[in-house]
């Protein structure tokens, strides 16, 4: 089953300093952290906060670029969690018909915020983000810290992530 999600806010994982991307369902019960790259936290902070620049970024040359050939995305899924790497699908479609690409959701998630594309979550995904084991690094009480930090994301509104520095 497809969960219809939204950004909810950028924050950086306290543990590694890794920019994290918050995803919650439109009724706020479901919340799915995705660990990022900088470059894509830049990207998706830029289009949240609708900062212009005088020269197409990458995500924005693509969405001009499809627009250009006739292509519109419909939708960004996020569909799978293997090996603590999650799994995206850009669905777009053409006049000839429609097409599925492969993404990274943080490419994904870009690329739909430009577009005003509905991003979606499978509920399995959901699930299994709930058992990542995110930090046996060997350090006593940075496993339960890192759990703690991931329930408290679920509690945050987005006013209370502030704005990502790019």
């Known amino acids: 089953m497809l969960l219809k999600m939204k950004v ?13 991307v918050i995803l919650k369902d439109m009724e706020e019960k479901n919340t799915l952290p995705v660990w990022i790259g900088v ?8 289009e949240l906060e609708k900062i212009q620049f005088s020269r197409p970024m990458t995500h924005d040359l693509l969405r001009e670029i499809l627009k ?7 939708k960004v899924e996020i569909v799978d969690l293997r090996d603590n790497v999650y799994y995206a699908l850009i669905q777009m479609t053409t006049k000839d018909g429609g097409f599925t690409i492969d993404a990274r959701p943080s490419d994904a998630i870009a690329i739909a915020l430009r577009a005003g ?33 991931l329930d408290s994301l679920e509690d945050m509104s987005p006013g209370d992530f502030g704005k990502y520095k790019m």
Do not use: M, Q, W, Y
Request: charged share 25%; aromatic share 4%; proline share 5%.
């Open 68 to 74: 250009s050939l006739g292509a519109a995305i419909e």
């Open 39 to 46: 470059l894509e936290a830049s990207a998706i902070a830029s």
């Open 117 to 149: 594309a509905p991003i979606f979550v499978e509920a399995k995904v959901v699930e299994k983000s709930k058992s990542i084991d995110l930090r046996d690094a060997g350090k006593d009480g940075l496993k339960e810290g890192a759990k703690n930090f």
């Open 8 to 20: 909810s806010g950028l924050t950086i994982d306290p543990f590694t300093n890794v920019p994290i």
